[in-house]
C-alpha cells in the first residue's frame, strides 16, 4: 500500500492547453447554445380555458380556506365551509362533469397534458444529446492516458469509470482520465452559466425537471394531467370537514396578547 | 430604479407620481430604454401610469406605443394599458361608452382576458355604474376566487354603498389568500368601527380586535393604532365595560396613545428608519394626540 502513497506519473506540461482547456471551453459553447436553443424553441405558456381555470382555483380556494382559516371568525368559517363542501360533492366546478367515475385522463389524449409532456421532453432531449456526444468525443480523442489525480481518496470500483483506458491494477484511483475531467465540469459549470446567461439559463445541468407555470392566474399547475379532479375535490371536502374542530379564531384575546407584548417591549 | 426600488408604489402618492413623470421624457430619450429587461418594461408601464396621471398625455402614448411594439398589440397586458390610456384621454361620456363595447367584444372574443374583464369593472365603476359593476367583479371571483385584489376592490364598491357585512365578508376572503396582511385586519377594523350602530359594544369590541391584531402584526402600523385609539375613546365613552373590560379598553387606549406620539415624534425629528410615514397620516395622529384622552 506504500506505493499507493507515494505514486508520481510525470505530466506532459502541455496537457493544460491541449486536453483541460479544450474540453472546458467545448462544454461551456454548448451550453450556451443549449441555452439559447431552449429559448428559440420555447413555447408560450398554454392558455387556459375558463373551466379549467374555474377548477384550479376554486380547489385552491378551499385549501386556502384550511390552512387559513383561523383569521376569520368561527360562523363565517361555518358559512364558507358548509358552501364549499356542498359545492365540491355535487361537483360544481368540475370542468368534465361526465368524467366523473371515468379513469383518470391519459396524458396521451389530453392535450393539456400532451403539452406540458412536450415540454418536459424537449427539455430533457436537449440535456440528453448534447451530453452524449461530448462523451463519444471524449472518448474517441482523449483516451488511454491519466491527467491529474483527484485531492480526495476513492475506492476501488471508480477505476474502471474514471480510468477508463488505462488498465492498470496498481495506479492508484486517484490519478484519472479526461473522462472525470468531463464530468467535473459538469457539476462545476453551472456557476460560470449562471454568470453568462444570468441566473434562470437552461444550460446548467438541472437534474430536477421543472413543471412549467402555466397559469398567470392561479399559480402552480396542480392538476397535472392524470389526476382526477373529483377525486381531490372529494379529499378536500373530506379535510374541511376534520379541520373544523381545529378552529380557533386569531382574534380571541388577543388585546391581552397585545397588551403583554407591549409591556415587554416597552 | 433606485427611485422605484426606494418607492415601491410611486403612483400611491401625488408626489412620486409628479416625480416619475417628470423623469418619463429623460428616460425615454435615454438608451435605457432600449434595454430588454424586466426591469426595463416594468418601469415603462409605471411611467405610462404616471403620465398620465399627470396629464403628460405625449410621454404615455410613446410608451404605450413602444410596449406595444415589444409585446404585440394583442397581448391582453397591453391591451388593457391600451383601454386605460383611452379610458383617461376621453373627452365625453359616449367615448367611454364607446370603449366599454370594446371591452365586451374583446371578452366575448377570449374569455380569459382578466386585464381587460378588471379594466372592465373599473371603467363601470368609474362610469358611475356600481351595481353592474358587482355583477361583474362577483362573476370575475366566480372563476378565481383567490384573487385577493379583486375581493379588496369588491369591498370598497360594498363600502362605498353601505353593504358593510358584504365588505366584510370580501375582506375575510382577502385574509384567506394572504393571512398575515395587517393593513387588511386595519381596513376590517375600520370597516366594523364605521358599521357599528348604536355604540352596539359587540362590535366595537371586535373593531377593537381587529385593529389589535394589526398592530400585533406590525409594530409601527400607524392607522393601526389611530384605528385602536379611536374605537377604544368611542368604548370608554359609550359601552361602560360590555364586551370589553374597561381597564382592558383603558390600556389599550393608553398604548395606542403613547405609540402615537412616539411614531409621531421620531418621524418628525427624521430619524433615520423612521421616514416611510405620509405626511398627512403624521399630521392626523398628531390632531388625535392632541384631543384629550377620555379618561373615566
Redesign the interface.
Known sequence: MAEMHNQFVLRDPQLFYWILFPISGVMVLTGVLRHYAAVLMHSDPQ????KA??EQ??L??GI??R??????PFH?FIVRKNYLVSAYRRGAYLKDPDAVGQPASNPMSDPAGMEQMMSILKGNMAMIIPQTMIMGWINAFFSGFVIMKLPFPLTIPFKSMLQSGVATRDLDVRWVSSLSWYFLNLFGLRVIFNYLLGSDNSAADQMTTQIHQTT????ANMFAPGQDSNKMYLAEAENLEVATGQHEW??IE??????V??SV?? | MSYLASHPQPLKQPSSSLHLAKYAPLFLDSSEATRDTQETWFLYEQLLLASLRCEDDKSAQLCLQRLGDRFGVDSPRVRALAGLYDEATATSRPALEGILKRYSALLRDDPTNMPIEKRRITLLQSLGKPDEAITALTKLLEHSPTDAESWSHLAALYRSQGLYAQSIFCLEECLLVYPNAYNIHARLGETTYISAANNDSETLAEAARYFCRSVELCDWYLRGWYGLRLVTDRMLANCSGKGMPTKIVEGLNAKATEKLAEIVRRASSGEDGWQGFDAGELEAAKELIAQQSIVR
Open positions: 392558455k387556459h380555458d375558463m381555470i374555474r382555483c376554486n385552491l380556494q386556502n380556506l390552512q387559513n382559516f383561523n383569521q376569520i363565517s398567470p392566474i392561479c399559480g386569531v382574534l388577543v388585546e391581552y396578547r397585545l397588551l407584548l407591549q417591549c416597552a
